[in-house]
């Protein structure tokens, strides 16, 4: 990876916090967030969701589905009571 030292140094710190964390990484389309995941923690995580997008922000929008969609993931993980904490990491 060229570029993403920073970004995935964090996300590695926050990988061996100790602690369970809810990381919301954010920016453009198509500057390599989902690679940035993949590549920093190759092999090494329980649970990854990818694809909520701002665009639509209506009630009834495509957000609310995927938002649910993303609830209903940690629900089925068992997952949803762990996260103590929101971080969000911008990658422009």
Not at 2 to 12: K, Q, V
Not at 14 to 20: D, H, M, N, V
Not at 23 to 45: Q, S, W
Not at 61 to 79: I, P, R, T, V
Request: proline residues 1%; glycine residues 8%.
């Amino acid at each position: 990876m060229i570029g993403r030292r920073t970004e995935s140094a964090t996300l590695d710190r926050l990988f061996e916090s100790g602690r369970a964390e809810l990381v919301a990484i954010y920016g453009r389309r198509r500057v390599g967030k989902t690679y940035l995941v993949d590549e920093t923690f190759a092999g090494r995580i329980t649970f990854r969701h990818a694809g909520l997008s701002p665009a639509d922000t209506s009630e009834t929008g495509m957000l609310k589905a995927q938002l649910d969609h993303f609830y209903n993931s940690l629900e089925l993980q068992g997952l949803k009571s762990i996260f103590r904490e929101l971080i969000m990491v911008h990658v422009s």
